[in-house]
Structures are given as structure tokens and as C-alpha cells.
């Protein structure tokens, strides 16, 4: 009995889901003292193995196990890929220019405090054949111009050239990113509206949907927080796309606390979710929302594009979690500090 495409990214997308951290690994590495015991579990107990099993666990640069640990998760959305490819679909692309636009990101803040040699020591030489940037030549440039220039003529320099460094050298990388994640969703949208079926072209929306919703509340809770940011400038770092009405996102970006932007949020038909989340998690809230509904529709979606994005976005929460371990270890956090960090 010959299986087609959709099936099977479907039944690969949730076999590798069933390789996930469970909630043993999860105390076991908690219990971990040193960076060097948590390395050693995840070579020895978890999916993570391969990718690890030539780390030398007592010779740990942090940068080069984050690297090693991307590449993992990449490799698995790569196997994935080439299923939803042979259906034609485009849903691949924006797993790619994910990867692009973190990379891009990050040399741009290495650029800005004049650090941007280091980039070779965390370069995903793995990532380098997926991408028409050449992360090699990005790694020998010296100044904004020469990386503009290494992007070539499409999107991204066209985009990037407008966040030339000021008079002070400083760059807007805030603004940078933002425009760059933009892009991505436009695009992302774009493949959504010319899906033939008009259920999957529903699915796929209603699931971007909410992913933008809740990262658009993150963000206004985070600004107004942090930074006390006016709304004006709160709206402008916002993505321009969810169900949220604009009358809500600015009455939002117009609160005086956030407690008064959870109530104008709760009125919301996905802010109505927030109720059953801790407001102490505020600034995890895009994270945890998003995991819990894409774990719903790894279970349940009958759609391999709405179950590609839905595992590469529950990935995503296991490699943030693993590097929160890994960070709070290194800070000799305590375990139930670091254990209200993560993401479940």
C-alpha cells in the first residue's frame, strides 16, 4: 500500500515529536550542577546524541553546543521538508528564511558593538547549503556596507539597506528585524491565500493567526514594561497581520499598566485563552501559547503544512527550554527558578 506525501510528513512530523524531551528528562536535567553534566544526559539519554556524540562534554563552548543543538532541529524540519516539497507546497521556504533572518540578525548585533569576527566561531556551516547567502563571505565582512553587499539584489538587501548605522554608528536592529520578520509573514500569507483547499487555506490562517495574536500581546506587554514605549512606537514594533482587531491593538498600545492590557486583551476572541495562563508569564506568553495550540494540531490536523509549521514551532519551545537549562546551570540558577522559565 503505497502512503502519499501529505501522510507522510504527517506520520514523520508526529513519530519525531514522540522522540520530545518528556517530563523525566526535563527533572533529570534540572538536577544537573554544571554544563557538563546537562551535555552528558542529552548525549546519553535524548534524540540529541548524534549531533552531540563528538562534544567533548568537559571542553563545552556554550556557542558551539547552541550551534550543534540548532543543527538537530534543523536536520529534522529538513527530513520534513522534502515530504511537503514533493506536494508543491512553499511552506518550507519560511522554515528557511527563519533560519536566514536569525542569522542575519545576529551578525547585525555583533556588527553593531564592532564584535562581527566572532560570527565565524557560531557560523551553521550545516545551514549553508540551504541558503543563497553565503555565510562564509558574511563572516569576512567589516562594515554595514560590505554586508548589504554580500546579500545581493533581492528582499533582504532591500529591506536591510534602509537600517544604515546613524551619525553614532548605532544601528536599528529592533527596526531591522521587525521589518525582516514582516517580510516572512507576507509571504507566509501569501502561500496561505492561494492553497486550493479552501479548509487547509482556513486551518493554516486561523494557526498564524493566533501565533501573531499572542506574539503582538507579548510584545506590547514587554515594551510597555521594559522600555515604557509610547503606543505609537509600541504599534510600529507590532506584525500587521492576526485576528485582532486594530481597535483592541491600540487600545492596548494606549494602556497605562498591564493589567489593563490583559483586560483589554481577555475581550479578545484569542485573548479569552489568556485567562487559563499565569500573569506572571507575561513575557513567555507567545511562547506558551503557541506551543499549546500547535501541540493540539500535531495531534490532530489532518493538513501536513499546518503539521510541519505546528512541530517546527514545538522544536523550537524544547531547543528554547534546553537553552534555558543550559544558561540557568551556567548562572548557578536554582532548579525551581529555572523550571518556571520553561516552556511546557
Not at 520530545?20 to 534540572?30: F, I, M, V
Not at 567589516?142 to 539597506?161: A, C, H, M, P, R
Amino acid at each position: 500500500m503505497l502512503i502519499d506525501a501529505s501522510s507522510a510528513v504527517i506520520t514523520k512530523a508526529r513519530a519525531k515529536y514522540g522522540k520530545r524531551l518528556t517530563q523525566k528528562d526535563y527533572k533529570a536535567l534540572l538536577k544537573c550542577n554544571n554544563v557538563t553534566a546537562v551535555v552528558s544526559y542529552l548525549k546519553s539519554h535524548t534524540k540529541y546524541a548524534d549531533v552531540l556524540s563528538k562534544l567533548n562534554e568537559n571542553e563545552v563552548h556554550r556557542g558551539q553546543l547552541e550551534v550543534l543543538l540548532k543543527q538537530k532541529v534543523f536536520y529534522d524540519f529538513d527530513s520534513l521538508c522534502r515530504y511537503e516539497m514533493s506536494e508543491g507546497s512553499p511552506f518550507s521556504e519560511f522554515i528557511i528564511r527563519k533560519y536566514e533572518i536569525e542569522q542575519l540578525v545576529h551578525f547585525l548585533r555583533l556588527l553593531s558593538c564592532n564584535k562581527q569576527q566572532q560570527y565565524i566561531f557560531t557560523l551553521p556551516s550545516y545551514f549553508n547549503n540551504h541558503t543563497d547567502i553565503d555565510l562564509y563571505k558574511l563572516s569576512s565582512c567589516k562594515d554595514f556596507d560590505s554586508f548589504v553587499e554580500t546579500l545581493g539584489k533581492g528582499e533582504y538587501q532591500e529591506i536591510l539597506k534602509n537600517f544604515r548605522p546613524d551619525k553614532r554608528g548605532i544601528i536599528d536592529i529592533a527596526g531591522a528585524e521587525d521589518a525582516l520578520n514582516n517580510f516572512s509573514q507576507k509571504e507566509l500569507y501569501t502561500a496561505i491565500s492561494k492553497r486550493k483547499s479552501k479548509k487547509q487555506r482556513e486551518n493554516l490562517k486561523a494557526l498564524c493567526d493566533h501565533v501573531n495574536d499572542f506574539c503582538n500581546i507579548s510584545r506590547i506587554l514587554r515594551l510597555k514594561k521594559y522600555y515604557s514605549m509610547d503606543a505609537q512606537t509600541i504599534k510600529s514594533h507590532l506584525l500587521p497581520y492576526g485576528s485582532i482587531k486594530d481597535r483592541s491593538l491600540n487600545e492596548m498600545c494606549k494602556a497605562q499598566d498591564i493589567e489593563k492590557v490583559f483586560e483589554i486583551a481577555s475581550t479578545t476572541r484569542v485573548g479569552k485563552r489568556m485567562k487559563i495562563m499565569s500573569i506572571e508569564k507575561e513575557e513567555q506568553l507567545s511562547f506558551v501559547s503557541r506551543h499549546n495550540m500547535c501541540r493540539r494540531m500535531l495531534y490532530y490536523s489532518t493538513d501536513p503544512a499546518v503539521v510541519l509549521l505546528s512541530y517546527m514551532y514545538v522544536s523550537e519551545a524544547e531547543l528554547k527550554n534546553i537553552i534555558t537549562i543550559i544558561e540557568g546551570v551556567r548562572y548557578n540558577l536554582g532548579e525551581s527558578q529555572i523550571e518556571s522559565l520553561l516552556i511546557f
